[in-house]
């Protein structure tokens, strides 16, 4: 085996400890491009019992290497999308409720990884798949997400499109002036209709087979990676 990651799923409200991990790392992240005031990084959603974490660790010594979050619609927890974007388009939460309605929504947020893994494709493939891949086991319909300029072309090939309802064709000044988000969302989890076709068979893989490991590729880097991701709903 090569580098040996665990990629696990698991609700928030069920491991405080690994939650405060989760956020501490990603702060420490923030704070290296200067970037310390930012919707997804507050913490209440810890005690949110609509977020499932995803958390990237090495298994040698269980250290965090990335993470992300999904966020399930509820009209009590505004979805971080919600927060972020209200005040440059206020419809957003018009646009998120009409989704709600019509099969249920929520987000993948939160979305990190750490400096040393920097070029493996921890966050912007490995665990985006793995947010994806989550929506079968939740109540939901669609995905939104609020995404980096450098980030779009690889969130688009995970099945998304861009959210042209919202801002200028999608786009907004976040989390700061000069850097520009771009909102898109995927229209139906179930048939990833839109998605990159390697993208859309390894989800697939990983919704029939949640607990399964992998040998995935990524420029000059291979990385084992033991997917975890059977979630506790009991």
């Given at each position: 085996m090569g580098n040996l990651i665990r990629i696990r799923a698991f609700r928030a409200i069920d491991d405080e400890h690994s939650c405060n991990l989760y956020a501490k790392e990603h702060m420490d992240v923030l704070k290296i491009f200067g970037i310390t005031k930012i919707?997804?990084?507050?913490n209440s959603w810890i005690k949110n019992p609509n977020v499932y974490v995803i958390m990237a660790e090495r298994v040698s010594d269980n250290q965090p290497v990335g993470g992300a979050r999904v966020h399930?619609?509820?009209?009590?927890h505004p979805l971080p999308m919600d927060v972020a974007v209200k005040d440059f388009d206020p419809s957003v939460k018009d646009l998120l409720s009409r989704h709600a309605k019509n099969g249920g929504t929520g987000e993948i947020c939160g979305l990190w990884n750490s400096r040393d893994v920097a070029g493996w494709g921890i966050g912007t493939m490995f665990l985006s798949r793995a947010g994806v891949s989550l929506?079968?086991?939740?109540?939901?319909?669609?995905?939104?997400?609020?995404c980096a300029e450098h980030t779009i072309g690889i969130t688009l090939e995970k099945g998304f499109v861009i959210e042209e309802e919202l801002g200028n064709k999608g786009t907004f000044f976040y989390?700061?002036?000069?850097l520009v988000a771009t909102a898109a969302v995927i229209n139906d989890v179930t048939t990833l209709s839109d998605a990159r076709d390697v993208d859309r068979n390894i989800i697939m893989s990983l919704r029939e087979h949640p607990q399964q490991t992998r040998t995935e590729t990524n420029n000059e880097h291979t990385i084992d990676i033991r997917y975890e991701l059977k979630l506790d709903m009991t």
């Amino acid at each position: 085996m090569g580098n040996l990651i665990r990629i696990r799923a698991f609700r928030a409200i069920d491991d405080e400890h690994s939650c405060n991990l989760y956020a501490k790392e990603h702060m420490d992240v923030l704070k290296i491009f200067g970037i310390t005031k930012i919707t997804t990084a507050n913490n209440s959603w810890i005690k949110n019992p609509n977020v499932y974490v995803i958390m990237a660790e090495r298994v040698s010594d269980n250290q965090p290497v990335g993470g992300a979050r999904v966020h399930l619609y509820h009209e009590d927890h505004p979805l971080p999308m919600d927060v972020a974007v209200k005040d440059f388009d206020p419809s957003v939460k018009d646009l998120l409720s009409r989704h709600a309605k019509n099969g249920g929504t929520g987000e993948i947020c939160g979305l990190w990884n750490s400096r040393d893994v920097a070029g493996w494709g921890i966050g912007t493939m490995f665990l985006s798949r793995a947010g994806v891949s989550l929506c079968s086991q939740l109540p939901m319909r669609t995905m939104h997400v609020l995404c980096a300029e450098h980030t779009i072309g690889i969130t688009l090939e995970k099945g998304f499109v861009i959210e042209e309802e919202l801002g200028n064709k999608g786009t907004f000044f976040y989390p700061k002036e000069g850097l520009v988000a771009t909102a898109a969302v995927i229209n139906d989890v179930t048939t990833l209709s839109d998605a990159r076709d390697v993208d859309r068979n390894i989800i697939m893989s990983l919704r029939e087979h949640p607990q399964q490991t992998r040998t995935e590729t990524n420029n000059e880097h291979t990385i084992d990676i033991r997917y975890e991701l059977k979630l506790d709903m009991t």
